[in-house]
């Protein structure tokens, strides 16, 4: 098991002739992944480090195979190939790294998917992997040991520095999420939590969230409900200055302001620890286990 | 990009057939009279600016005639409100004002929806109505593949009016505000207040839109609209170079890849007891170049006594960060020490490039803030 790719995981990748596009595909091959497709429309009969390219997704899928699918192409065009996606057969989870997306667009794509029945992670994201299986993103895959921890952040870089703190703890992971910062995201804190509360290989979570919006204070609601595995968490932007990306006006529906106090708060009142600085996570994490 | 209330007056009215008050925009006293002699009317004088609160700054001036429009007009241009020099006004007609109320439209990122706020309590601060009297404020989450239907429309104004005849004319000013935040990409579009005249007719006095960036790509003419001279120089240049920059008051320079980062860093570095000279991220996918201006606009900065680098390299590259970094020692002098913690992708080469030009290079985040903070005091 583990949460969302494993060893069955087979990539299209789509932008695959683009610099960002072909240089993770080398680092996805090199890590193990099995990339069976890319996709450039207009490009088909290339190869990018020996994957064929295909000029559209459904064809990829039906002559490869390929049920996840990465998306690296710049956000004029990541709309469409988000469509392109979740509309070909076959496929069940999307992975999608551009960033700048246009939010109204996604308010339409998170639905499509709801639809699709296909699981979306980002937009904005770093991606997904489930060490020693598969990689499926641009997280450098030297730092992921595998092991019994899940991982799920809003954050990037902040990942790494976590994750490179618990393997060189020598806790590794079951998989690590990397959820994306937009405000319109495909899976957000409370799906990776519930996949990991069922996944047999996932023991304890680390949760890395930031300042701006709710969902920190959702997820642990759902932790005091619905969890029996351990979880510790990190909130940065503890000393960020206010007025940062929320607007008032959102700050009313959320009925909060989103800081980093009343997030670490919320955990605190459900009993999850929350580590002062990142590399306190490792040494909270196996107390807890 | 918050637009001006000039600026989204005239998108509100002249695409989306939103009525507002009769009026123009002026740079000068001069200008302003004119204005005022064309409307034959008493005239509201309304300093343009992108920060809230200008009516209690005395932003906001009524004028008799257009000698006193002349009078008002000097008073204010030139005004500094919350740190900004008034350099236009709107001058529209004076209005009878018998009720005022609040409509707005924002994106739900819990609801995955945008949601429409009306309250019968306009021309105040919308957060302070929500904080103290939430029942008077009222929410309906859009379904985004019907969008706003006339039916819907009428239901939400019908919050505010009893009377057919206003509900009719707010549910087509509702229609226009719902497509403009859509057509536009907007984060925000409201209208504070939404006034039925003692004549009865129902207009936008005040319009307000912010556009999320993330859509200008699809916006030329909107994207032009940016209101540079309200924003800080150091920030715009960034904004060019595809970097995020925010000027804080500390004495750390940090270069960061990914907010998140940027954010745990500048936590790390009020936690060894400094403070951070500014947030900024230089996002992922860089280029040399990144490096050099965001090393061109923290070393402008004289209170920086010390510059650190936190990167881990994911897409951002950590070769093309240094490489950035010697690129930029090439160009102009660096008069302050550079600490540097580089790790992941191309990490390897990165320390090579280094090596090469005797910097010294961190491996963890703790020991590379807690050195640096060690410099600054």
Same mark, same amino acid.
């Given at each position: ?289 | 990009? =918050? ?34 002699? =064309? ?53 529209? =007609? ?113 319009? =307000? ?59 790390l570095v009020k936690h060894f007891g400094a403070e951070p000279a500014n947030f900024l991220d230089i996002g992922g996918s860089s280029n040399p170049e990144k490096v050099v201006t965001a090393l061109k606009i923290i070393t402008r900065d004289p209170n920086v006594k010390v510059i650190l680098f936190n990167i881990f390299g994911g897409i951002t590259r950590c070769d093309d960060v240094a490489n950035g970094l010697i690129k930029a020692l090439d160009e102009f002098k660096v008069d302050v020490p550079i600490l540097v913690r580089l790790t992941g992708t191309n990490e390897n080469e990165a320390r090579e490039i280094l090596s090469r030009a005797n910097l010294p290079m961190f491996t963890t985040m703790d020991k590379v803030v807690s050195e640096a903070a060690k410099?600054?005091?």
């Amino acid at each position: 098991m583990s949460v969302y790719v494993d060893e069955n995981t087979k990539v299209v990748v789509q932008g695959i002739t683009g610099r960002d596009g072909a240089f993770h595909t080398k680092g996805m091959l090199d890590y193990g992944t099995k990339v069976v497709a890319g996709v450039t429309p207009g490009k088909k009969g290339q190869e990018v480090h020996g994957v064929p390219v295909f000029n559209d997704v459904a064809t990829a899928v039906e002559k490869t195979g390929a049920n996840t699918s990465i998306i690296f192409v710049p956000p004029q065009f990541a709309t469409d190939a988000l469509y392109e996606a979740a509309d070909a057969p076959g496929m069940k989870v999307v992975v999608c790294v551009t960033e700048g997306i246009p939010p109204l667009d996604m308010v339409n794509i998170y639905d499509f998917y709801l639809d699709k029945g296909v699981r979306l992670i980002g937009p904005n994201c770093p991606g997904i992997i489930s060490p020693g299986k598969s990689k499926v993103g641009i997280l450098p895959g030297n730092i992921f040991k595998q092991g019994n921890i899940g991982v799920v952040s809003r954050s990037g870089t902040l990942t790494y520095e976590v994750v490179d703190s618990l393997t060189r703890a020598g806790l590794g992971q079951s998989t690590c999420i990397g959820i994306g910062g937009d405000q319109i995201i495909g899976t957000n804190f409370l799906d990776a939590l519930s996949a990991f509360q069922i996944d047999p290989e996932t023991q304890g979570v680390v949760l890395i969230g930031e300042i701006g919006g709710t969902d920190e204070q959702e997820a642990a609601k759902f932790i005091a409900d619905n969890m029996d595995k351990p979880v510790t968490a990190f909130i940065a932007g503890q000393t960020a200055p206010p007025g940062k990306r929320m607007g008032h006006a959102g700050a009313i529906i959320a009925g909060s302001e989103g800081t980093a106090a009343e997030k670490i708060a919320a955990f605190k009142n459900v009993g999850v620890p929350v580590a002062k600085i990142p590399s306190e996570l490792p040494e909270l994490m196996a107390k807890s286990l | 990009m =918050k637009l001006q209330e000039y600026q989204t007056k005239s998108i509100f009215e002249e695409r989306y057939g939103i009525p507002t008050v009769e009026g123009a925009v002026a740079s000068s006293p001069e200008e302003a009279r004119a204005i005022a002699e =064309k409307l034959r009317s008493r005239v509201a004088i309304k300093a343009q600016v992108l920060v809230g609160g200008r009516g209690k700054a005395g932003g906001i001036k009524l004028a008799e005639n257009p000698d006193d429009a002349f009078e008002k007009a000097s008073a204010i241009l030139g005004m500094d409100i919350k740190g900004i020099n008034v350099k236009k006004v709107l001058v529209v =007609k004076a209005i009878n004002i018998a009720q005022e109320a609040y409509v707005g439209v924002v994106l739900d990122r819990k609801r995955k929806c945008p949601v429409v706020i009306v309250s019968g309590e306009g021309g105040v601060e919308i957060e302070v109505v929500a904080k103290e009297t939430p029942e008077k404020v009222h929410q309906f989450p859009i379904n985004p593949c019907a969008g706003m239907r006339p039916y819907k429309a009428r239901t939400i104004i019908g919050k505010l009016y009893d009377d057919q005849n206003k509900i009719k004319a707010g549910a087509k000013i509702l229609m226009g505000l719902y497509k403009a935040f859509i057509d536009c990409d907007a984060s925000l579009a409201e209208i504070n207040p939404l006034v039925v005249t003692a004549e009865g007719d129902v207009l936008a006095v005040d319009s =307000k839109m912010v556009l999320d960036d993330n859509g200008l790509f699809r916006h030329e003419n909107l994207a032009a609209l940016r209101n540079l001279d309200e924003e800080n120089p150091a920030e715009n240049e960034a904004r060019e170079a595809g970097l995020s920059f925010v000027k804080l008051d500390g004495n750390i320079g940090c270069v960061v890849n990914g907010a998140g980062l940027a954010m745990a860093t500048m936590d790390l570095v009020k936690h060894f007891g400094a403070e951070p000279a500014n947030f900024l991220d230089i996002g992922g996918s860089s280029n040399p170049e990144k490096v050099v201006t965001a090393l061109k606009i923290i070393t402008r900065d004289p209170n920086v006594k010390v510059i650190l680098f936190n990167i881990f390299g994911g897409i951002t590259r950590c070769d093309d960060v240094a490489n950035g970094l010697i690129k930029a020692l090439d160009e102009f002098k660096v008069d302050v020490p550079i600490l540097v913690r580089l790790t992941g992708t191309n990490e390897n080469e990165a320390r090579e490039i280094l090596s090469r030009a005797n910097l010294p290079m961190f491996t963890t985040m703790d020991k590379v803030v807690s050195e640096a903070a060690k410099l600054a005091s």
